[in-house]
């Protein structure tokens, strides 16, 4: 059974920086690419960053130069570093991995940018 538990979120004034993580279990980790999604209300959840198995990265244009998205093999956990926080970043923070042509997803983290 494939499982995502997301830990980390909160709140944070303007500027400020919040690290997530999100530790898989029962996917063969090293080998998938895992993606962080954001969603706020009544807009579409978007996708935010992501990571390969060879350690590749790719950022939304809104995001590049400001988060940071790595992995820990070792811990089956990856993790999105923010800096540089903004208002506009409060969301619902998803991580998510395809397995065997499914789509799971961690439980969310509320982020909050206060100005």
């Known amino acids: 059974q494939v499982r995502l538990v997301q830990s980390g979120g909160g709140l944070v004034q303007a500027g400020g920086s919040l690290r997530l993580s999100c530790q898989a279990s029962g996917v063969p980790f090293k080998f998938a690419t895992m993606n962080w999604y954001r969603q706020v209300p009544m807009k579409q959840r978007e996708l935010v960053a992501n990571i390969t198995s060879s350690g590749s990265t790719n950022y939304a244009n809104s995001v590049k130069s400001r988060f940071t998205v790595s992995r820990d093999n070792a811990r089956n956990t990856v993790y999105l570093q923010m800096a540089s926080l903004d208002p506009e970043d409060t969301a619902v923070y998803y991580c998510?991995?395809?397995?065997?042509?499914?789509?799971?997803w961690g439980q969310g983290t509320q982020v909050t940018v206060s100005s």
């Open positions: 998510q991995v395809i397995s065997r042509t499914r789509d799971f």
